[in-house]
């Protein structure tokens, strides 16, 4: 197994993650604008977990070109409602409006991940979830929103799984660690390989 690797992320959530799971990292954030890159996709008709994988594996190599012979993971995560991509809220307004377009609907997860060497691509997964949430009253969801903090809002999209969120849902299916936004195990496994 590898000594160490490095996080082409700022979420606290996979470095805690990799952490649990004895992987030591060093977190050097990509810093990706990913705005530009999910309208191009889009307007070629890209699907919500083609656009996840292009972006884990850009967050990926962008660091990986910086720090030659190491191993980076780059990971993104977004929401697939019935084929609609559903990407992070930028403001309370937004996040309101995601949370009535999920109120009462099943939708995925999707967490991709990427693993580069010397700015290329050298593995990567993508996993699914499916999440049902209960049908709520518009006050119960602004309600919801009134309780999270903004950080929270916008590092973990409109629910945060492993806190608030969870209340939101009536079924989740689907491996915890992949909902949180890596699919870890199946990383363990292809690490342990090298």
Not at 117 to 124: A, D, E, L, R, T
Not at 134 to 157: C, P
Request: net charge negative; charged share 30%; with cysteine.
């Amino acid at each position: 197994m590898l000594s160490k690797i490095i996080l082409a992320s700022k979420s606290e959530v996979r470095k805690d993650i990799l952490d649990k799971n004895n992987i030591k990292c060093i977190v050097e954030p990509s810093n990706v604008d990913e705005d530009p890159v999910k309208e191009s996709l889009l307007r070629e008709n890209a699907s919500p977990e083609i656009i996840s994988k292009n972006l884990a594996e850009l967050k990926a190599n962008k660091v990986s070109i910086k720090n030659t012979d190491e191993i980076v993971l780059g990971a993104d995560s977004v929401i697939d409602l019935n084929g609609e991509l559903i990407s992070k809220p930028k403001n309370r307004e937004e996040a309101l409006t995601i949370l009535k377009k999920l109120n009462d609907e099943s939708h995925f997860l999707i967490s991709s991940v990427c693993l580069s060497k010397n700015g290329s691509m050298i593995w990567n997964y993508t996993e699914k979830a499916k999440l049902t949430m209960k049908n709520f009253s518009n006050h119960e969801l602004k309600h919801y929103l009134s309780k999270i903090s903004d950080e929270t809002l916008y590092a973990y999209n409109v629910y945060q799984i492993e806190g608030e969120g969870r209340m939101l849902f009536a079924s989740i299916e689907g491996d915890e660690d992949t909902i949180m936004g890596l699919p870890v195990k199946k990383i363990k496994d292809y690490l342990g390989s090298l």
